[in-house]
């Protein structure tokens, strides 16, 4: 094949994606694996490099953009992080960077703006006119997340347990997600107890259930709203926190699987006073173009049209 290759990849708490594209914006391959956050996956590196390995000698390759949860934040794992993707392209250019600065670069093709983050964790990032970044939130499960995935799906773990005990208002949340789990309700305790003793990445599985927390707050369930209009509340903090960074007014956009909840980002654009601006492209695109940034690329609208819709549907492919 003619022409130089970039490798986009493209790490989270609930899976890893990486794609492979050529100078005009066409993704030639792809490959879809599990979390990679070295925070909450002691086994992130044999993830990562297993689903790097069929990528490692692709004839044509030229540069990789890494994007990837954690880096930057605790030394010793970010020198892991990189001196993995060093191992396995000693031979190309690369570039290892938070999977939320790529998701921002990605967002606003390099402009300033600020960027809220809502996956399995949660996170903004702002990047003002001179090229600076900043951020806020990102501490960790344990620490924060807060308006994340996982943290809406904990919550409702409280609201069923405080609801089933009698200590708050019944909600329904508790017969979806028992239906959904395949557990019985008329044990609660020992069956929800169980569930969550047996989970080997209880992040992941806890932060799957906000989907059915949205899915119950569009049916009118109160406690399901509540959450959602919760979790808006937190993202909204994080937006405020560093809107100082930029311009006034400066545009704000969202990346992450939890605003793929209708009812959330209507509810944080309310908080924030405007709508949010569409992404120019999804994460994935963002590691993409800081491989081609390495090489020098000229990007016009073109490329960055071709490869939006090609990641669009990709990220629609893994989905299902």
């Avoid at 609930?14 to 914006?25: H, Q």
């Avoid at 924060?144 to 773990?157: K, M, P, Q, T």
């Avoid at 069956?191 to 949205?214: F, Q």
Wanted: include cysteine; charge should be negative.
């Amino acid at each position: 094949m003619s022409g130089k290759l970039i490798l986009g990849i493209d790490g989270g708490g609930s899976k890893v994606l990486l794609t492979l594209a050529d100078k005009d914006g066409r993704i030639l391959r792809t490959a879809l694996g599990g979390g990679v956050n070295p925070m909450d996956n002691p086994d992130w590196r044999h993830e990562l490099e297993r689903h790097i390995q069929s990528f490692r000698n692709e004839p044509g390759l030229a540069a990789i953009g890494a994007a990837l949860p954690a880096y930057g934040e605790v030394a010793h794992l970010s020198a892991l992080q990189k001196q993995c993707i060093d191992d396995a392209f000693a031979d190309n250019r690369r570039i290892v960077l938070n999977d939320v600065d790529a998701a921002h670069l990605g967002a606003f093709a390099g402009r300033e703006g600020i960027l809220v983050l809502s996956g399995t964790g949660s996170m903004s990032w702002a990047r003002n006119g001179a090229g600076a970044s900043a951020r806020a939130g990102g501490w960790g499960d344990m620490i924060g997340d807060e308006g994340s995935s996982y943290w809406i799906g904990r919550e409702a773990l409280h609201r069923i347990s405080q609801g089933l005990d009698g200590r708050a208002k019944p909600t329904a949340l508790a017969k979806v997600i028992y239906d959904h789990l395949q557990l019985d309700i008329a044990d609660p305790i020992n069956a929800l107890g169980g569930w969550i003793n047996g989970l080997t990445r209880p992040r992941a599985s806890i932060a799957a259930l906000s989907i059915l927390v949205d899915r119950t707050a569009s049916q009118g369930d109160e406690t399901a709203i509540d959450l959602i209009e919760k979790a808006a509340d937190e993202l909204a903090k994080h937006h405020h926190a560093i809107a100082g960074h930029c311009e006034a007014g400066a545009d704000w956009t969202y990346a992450g699987g939890t605003f793929s909840s209708r009812l959330l980002l209507e509810a944080v654009e309310r908080r924030i006073g405007r709508r949010a601006v569409s992404p120019v492209l999804p994460p994935i695109g963002g590691a993409l173009l800081a491989a081609a940034q390495l090489l020098d690329w000229p990007l016009d609208e073109r490329w960055f049209g071709q490869i939006a819709v090609a990641a669009e549907a990709v990220i629609a492919r893994s989905r299902q």
